[in-house]
């Protein structure tokens, strides 16, 4: 019996170190259905957040280009309207300076009086202020009247004289009056310096 007593003796131990190398080693688990459901969820939001800065990029670039678009088109306004004007008072100005001889015919028959009757000086009289009264509206005014300062810009010096009760640069006599609409000049006023 002494030999069976330590067999079972031996099998006791053998079984004493197998469950004592069980509870110092660490078995690997399988993954619990929680553990399972974190990191499925972890993995569910990293997708979710990639696709939505996927997106936001998207947005971004599509903001963008409507932005520009919309900066596009509001210059492209701007630019047509400014157009738009500048025909607009080329072509009235062009419009004017067709008809400034018809004014400059009027002038000259006011001024010559060659045997005119009253009425008929009147009458002349009537349709240039008419004349005037048209330009008036369109916007063009008369420019280069004796008394004022000679500029180049706006004048054209076809004769000096030497005059000593008039200063220098001023116009002493207007041979062709000159006409501008707001800025732009129709027509440069002819006149006599003084130098």
């Known amino acids: 019996m002494k030999g069976k007593e330590k067999k079972e003796e031996k099998q006791k131990q053998a079984q004493a170190q197998e469950e ?44 963008d280009l409507l932005l520009r678009t919309a900066a596009e088109y509001e210059n492209f306004r701007k630019r047509t309207e400014r157009e738009k004007r500048a ?14 001889p018809i004014g ?21 009289e009537l349709m240039q202020n008419q004349f005037k009264e048209a330009l008036n509206k369109l916007g063009v005014e008369p420019m280069g009247a004796p008394g004022e300062e000679f500029n180049p810009e706006l004048h054209n010096a076809v004769a000096h004289v030497d005059d000593d009760t ?30």
Do not use: C, W
């Open 20 to 63: 004592q190398t069980e509870q110092t080693e660490p078995v690997e688990q399988p993954p619990q259905p929680a553990e399972q459901e974190a990191a499925k969820e972890t993995s569910e939001a990293d997708e979710t957040r990639q696709a939505l800065e996927a997106l936001q990029k998207d947005f971004d670039k599509q903001k």
């Open 87 to 100: 025909i607009y008072g080329d072509a009235t100005a062009a419009a004017v300076l067709t008809i400034l």
């Open 104 to 124: 400059d015919s009027l002038e000259y028959a006011i001024k010559a009086k060659d045997g005119a009757t009253a009425e008929y000086q009147k009458g002349l």
């Open 166 to 195: 008039v200063a220098d640069n001023i116009i002493v006599e207007v041979f062709q009056t000159g006409y501008k609409m707001g800025d732009k000049v129709i027509r440069h006023a002819m006149v006599k310096v003084a130098n």
